[in-house]
């Protein structure tokens, strides 16, 4: 007998219920996780700004409303005595659009349980990016680039982005395209160099140089463009 496909909008709500009653069943076990359910703290800003490590995912479930995507499978062959033993590496991106961005790896026997193990990953490295309008053909006070021009690099991968106008777009490869958008980006140009054809290199790439945003120190005049709403 053939199943009928689950309408998508029953599917999340279902989802979201389970996801409510784990998190109401959740038992902290760090110091940060307990302050968070108590309520004592209700923003990721506040965690970044003390530089706190996240040692429990639940936390990030009940602070934020993050969206998840697989940007990476490979199927990996290991030799053992027995035989060859092959097992799935996943890497999953997750993001709020508004400025928080993570990226995780995990390998299991299986695809969709390593996917979940990923995901998990994933929300222990969030990375806060700091958007503004950085171009200067553009005088809107809009945050959909990045303030200035910033470099990252993962093994030989290479990439610059650059502050765009509004209405651009994403002039970038896609496969990054998820990441900015991911981000909250939605303008920029770039350049690549390097050895780019490995997608997962070039993906850490991007985000090493999205979170250089917040780390690099700005002027003056960028740091008023950067406040404006």
């Given at each position: ?18 996801k ?56 990996t ?25 993570g ?24 990375v806060?990016?700091a ?18 021009r ?5 093994a ?7 502050p ?5 777009g994403?002039v ?6 998820d990441?900015?958008?991911f ?5 920029v140009?770039c350049?690549?160099t390097?050895?780019?054809?490995t ?13 250089k ?17």
């Open positions: 007998m053939r199943r009928t496909p689950m309408d998508p909008e029953l599917r999340a709500s279902r989802a979201a219920e389970e409510e009653k784990e998190l109401t069943a959740w038992i902290p076990k760090t110091r940060l996780g307990k302050k968070v359910k108590a309520g004592e703290i209700t923003s990721i800003e506040e965690i970044f700004k003390e530089n706190t490590p996240v040692q429990e995912p639940e936390i990030i479930d009940i602070l934020l409303n993050l969206e998840e995507t697989v940007v990476d499978v490979k199927k062959t290991r030799v053992v005595r027995a035989g060859r033993k092959f097992s799935f590496r996943v890497a999953v991106l997750v993001g709020n659009k508004n400025g928080v961005i990226l995780g790896t995990a390998k299991d026997a299986e695809k969709w349980p390593a996917v979940k193990k990923a995901a998990r990953k994933a929300k222990l490295n969030l806060q990016i958007r503004s309008c950085g171009s200067w053909e553009c005088t809107c006070s809009i945050q959909h680039s990045v303030p200035f910033v470099s990252g690099k993962n030989a991968a290479r990439i610059t982005l650059l765009a106008p509004r209405g651009v994403l970038v490869g896609d496969n990054i395209k990441v900015l958008r981000a909250g980006v939605s303008d140009w350049k690549v390097g050895a780019t054809s997608k997962l290199n070039f993906i850490r790439a991007t985000i090493d140089a999205l979170s945003t917040t780390k690099m120190k700005a002027s003056n005049a960028i740091t008023k463009k950067m406040e404006r709403r």
